[in-house]
T-cell receptor
Framework: QKEVEQDPGPLSVPEGAIVSLNCTYS??????FMWYRQYSRKGPELLMY????GNKEDGRFTAQVDKSSKYISLFIRDSQPSDSATYLC???????????FGKGTSLLVTP | DGGITQSPKYLFRKEGQNVTLSCEQN?????MYWYRQDPGQGLRLIYY???????QKGDIAEGYSVSREKKESFPLTVTSAQKNPTAFYLC???????????FGSGTQLSVL
């Protein structure tokens, strides 16, 4: 079993929809959780960085961590065509430990 | 503007040839990394460096080599021993080891 699982998609939604992107993980020691956005043939861009459980909001983006279920989510409100990209989750045990990346979910927001 | 610059954007390798991918950062970050991205494979760590003159192998280091002679620079050489080099290569840096990683725009390497 991979340490971090992420549905590759593609996920297609109409403009304005609420998008939910998810990752599951097997290592209960993970404490740091990140979401990256990657446009085609570009480098990943850090969107959200959270520690332990709970929610973190930044504009239209909300990151949610449920450590009891080993499940993290990224919600995008009022989705826009410019949100079309691949979204990668990443997590680590501690700030000094290697990151474990999911394989990414491809999102397409149609006008 | 602070950031990470990778060059070239596209690179072609002939069989038996070594090629070097450039990565320069002006963020004053101590740690730097090289990842390989293949379709459906996600990001795989090749090498990383915590400080100047020090680097460690990642999960798929065979056929690759690096150097870290300057804080700002972390070039990756893809040697002829790497039999399947076609991939998208990403360089990243962070203020300290495994803190928030910031990525460059990538280099697409293809075999002629």
């Amino acid at each position: 079993q991979k340490e971090v699982e992420q549905d590759p998609g593609p996920l297609s939604v109409p403009e304005g929809a609420i998008v939910s992107l998810n990752c599951t993980y097997s290592n209960s020691a993970f404490q740091y959780f990140m979401w990256y956005r990657q446009y085609s043939r570009k480098g990943p861009e850090l969107l959200m960085y959270t520690y332990s459980s709970g929610n973190k909001e930044d504009g239209r983006f909300t990151a949610q961590v449920d450590k009891s279920s080993k499940y993290i989510s990224l919600f995008i409100r009022d989705s826009q065509p410019s949100d079309s990209a691949t979204y990668l989750c990443a997590m680590s045990v501690n700030s000094g430990y290697a990151l474990n990346f999911g394989k990414g979910t491809s999102l397409l927001v149609t006008p | 503007d602070g950031g990470i610059t990778q060059s070239p954007k596209y690179l072609f390798r002939k069989e038996g040839q070594n090629v070097t991918l450039s990565c320069e950062q002006n963020l004053n970050h101590d740690a730097m990394y090289w990842y390989r991205q293949d379709p459906g494979q996600g990001l795989r760590l090749i090498y990383y460096s915590q400080i100047v003159n020090d680097f460690q192998k990642g999960d798929i280091a065979e056929g690759y080599s690096v150097s870290r002679e300057k804080k700002e620079s972390f070039p990756l050489t893809v040697t002829s021993a790497q039999k399947n080099p076609t991939a998208f290569y990403l360089c990243a840096s962070s203020i300290s080891l495994w803190e928030k990683l910031f990525f460059g725009s990538g280099t697409q390497l293809s075999v002629l």
